[in-house]
């Protein structure tokens, strides 16, 4: 496990790359996984976002970086579903992960309990860093209240009362850098270098890249729709013609 000063100079100012995959996507799978955290490396991230204890494991033995570790869960009597409950807090110190990440949202958790309880809670059975998930200026200020060592920006739009935030969201990237101390890791609907270059430029002390990286399916699909579509278009022309 990485010293708190320790990690943040190694990600201060660098590129940090979530390598997920639910049960459902087709590089869902701990070795494949591990294999995409390698490239990562290979192509300069300084540390790994990773969801499942599984996940995590092999991705610190096969890249030796720093991993930033989540678990994803879903409970019927909640919308939080990044590290919801102590329960998968457990699970994160017991698997070696650097930093624990969870929901630092403003939602009603499964259990109720708060986000300040379940920092606590990570104090005193390790001595794992915490990074506060948030949606919106109010909550990233509260998690920093909360003890959080790091706030990352990544449910905005993703909870019910940000849908309509610009994505990705850039002026909360960086009135969250003008309004606190503790470091602002720009996350969430990056998908061009230029736009994590800016995200840098406007105060974040990292950048996370998920899907651009490292879901194929997605970016496939993107080409896919915009190739069908012109297609669709020059074929609708020269019927004219």
Not at 36 to 50: C, D, L, P, T
Not at 53 to 74: C, N, R, S, Y
Not at 137 to 161: H, K, M
């Amino acid at each position: 496990m990485m010293e708190k000063q320790k990690f943040l100079d190694c990600i201060k100012g660098q590129l940090i790359v979530s390598c997920q995959a639910l049960e459902d996507e087709p590089l869902h799978g701990s070795e494949i996984m591990a294999k995409m955290a390698f490239a990562a490396k290979v192509g300069g991230a300084a540390a790994i976002r990773a969801n499942s204890v599984e996940d995590i494991i092999a991705i610190k033995e096969a890249t030796k970086l720093p991993v930033i570790g989540l678990i994803k869960q879903d409970y019927e009597n909640s919308p939080v579903y990044i590290t919801p409950t102590k329960k998968e807090i457990m699970a994160l110190i017991d698997s070696g992960v650097d930093v624990i990440a969870l929901d630092a949202t403003k939602q009603e958790r499964p259990d109720r309990e708060s986000l300040a309880e379940l920092v606590l809670y990570i104090r005193e059975h390790s001595d794992c860093l915490i990074m506060g998930d948030v949606s919106n200026f109010e909550e990233g200020v509260a998690a920093v209240w909360a003890g959080v060592d790091l706030v990352s920006t990544t449910l905005s739009s993703y909870t019910s009362y940000t849908r309509d935030r610009t994505i990705p969201d850039l002026p909360l990237i960086e009135e969250l850098s003008k309004a606190t101390k503790v470091p602002v890791i720009a996350e969430g609907n990056i998908s061009t270098p230029e736009e994590a270059a800016k995200a840098l430029r406007l105060g974040a002390y990292a950048v996370v890249v998920g899907t651009a990286i490292t879901r194929p399916q997605i970016l496939t699909k993107q080409f896919y729709e915009a190739i069908r579509s012109t297609a669709e278009q020059i074929s609708k022309e020269k019927q004219v013609k």
